[in-house]
């Protein structure tokens, strides 16, 4: 790590060396198996030292395998270059297991701050309802990691306690990359716990916690996984059938959205996939609630379970 990263293996926050940044969002960690992870807090990058070679260098696995094995003298690639190390090894081992720790300052929702949310179709309840809260400041591993702005839309989604640690994904909505910083466990879905107990006639499986509400607020029940790179479980995935008659996955149709869908067809064949048509001009089903009011999501959403759960429509492509 210290060698491809050129920071020091211990404890605390680093200014990420693998991108352009100026906020300290990295931190060490050793997961339950005791493999030393490097985690942005900032972005969706983690994993150990082989992920790392091969973000820093955009390679595959293989290569990956190769530039380390040719930089620490294991083999002799003549056509790979010698990258030295960044720093000088320090010997320090890091031997710490815990999660991150993530601790939020509350605050009541602001005016403007509930007037964003009614846009996309969200009332104050509803955010009570799905444990969102407003945010003024919010601290990682005890350092801190936003001070309150002024007009900011800073928003935390509680998820309870785990081992003692609060678990909080934190919505960075102002931003435009970034977004998020969590210390959810991947297998979390969100939504999960406002779920009916006797499960239903339809499931929407969707990408933000964002969407679930809105869905919710025009009566469709709907969850999301903790990232869009994670589908839910296999097992995961035979509950929900036993619970739901219909399953339809819904996410953006921006390229990574599409990417997601064709993956998640592949491993599940008989699973309806959707998203909204780039006609729209709408990404998601909170930005088209957003742009075009309840009376035409309700419409849209109409349309889809005739198609996917009755009588087809002509449209073809995409959600109708």
Sequence with gaps: MEHYLGIPVRKGLFVSPLRQDKNPTCAFYRNKNGDLIFKDFGSSFCGNFISVVMEKFQCSFAKALQIIGNDFGIIHQKNLEINPPKLEYTGSKLEERKSAIIQVEVRDFQDYELSWWKSYGISKETLKK??????????????????????????????????????????????????????????????????????????????????????????????????????VTDSQYEKLKDKFKNILVLYDNDLAGIKGLQKIKAAHPEIKVAFIPRKYKAKDISDFRKKYGKKETENLIEKAKKYYFGQKTEEKNGIL
């Design 130 to 231: 799905f444990n969102v809260y407003s945010c003024k400041n919010v601290f990682l591993n005890g350092n801190l990691f936003h001070l309150e702005s002024q007009n900011q839309h800073i928003y935390g989604y509680y998820g309870g306690t785990k081992n003692g640690i609060e678990q909080w994904r934190i919505y960075f909505a102002g931003r435009n990359k970034y977004k998020f910083l969590s210390n959810w466990s991947s297998l979390k879905i969100q939504g999960a716990s406002q779920l009916p107990k006797d499960g239903g006639e339809y499931l929407v499986i969707t990408k933000s916690l964002k969407d679930c509400m809105t869905l919710y607020e025009l009566g469709v029940t709907a969850i999301a996984p903790n990232s869009e790179n994670i589908f």
